[in-house]
């Protein structure tokens, strides 16, 4: 049987302001947005036109939930998630106009593959690749 990631779930410190974000960024469509009764959360859906779905949502106050600082460092666990770019230059120029910090690179990783890691508003670390 194999696998397919079903989604990504990001908890943010302002779950809207992280969602408009990926829109502006990336072009995904929020298709839910509500605050769930059981948590208290606000919860967030975006896709984009190949099915790639990243829930955010808040914390669980109705749950009593308390949430560590985020942190677009890296650390143990998911440390990040990667997005393909055509152009490594003008992607890190567009991002950091919508606010993005560049955190590290563009790197030549070899076979000219460049990479690079940026912090998305949450903060949330996401790595860009350009393929070559």
Known sequence: MGHFVNHVHLKSEDPGKTAE???AAFGLEIRGDAVREAGGDRFINCFDSKGFNINISGQRVNLGEKMEPASAETRFGLEHFGFDV???DSEIVRLQGLGAELKEGPIEAGG???IAF??????IRIELIQRP
């Open 112 to 114: 000219g593959l460049k």
């Open 86 to 88: 055509d152009d490594m």
């Open 21 to 23: 974000w990926f829109v």
């Open 118 to 123: 940026i912090s998305a508003p949450g903060p």
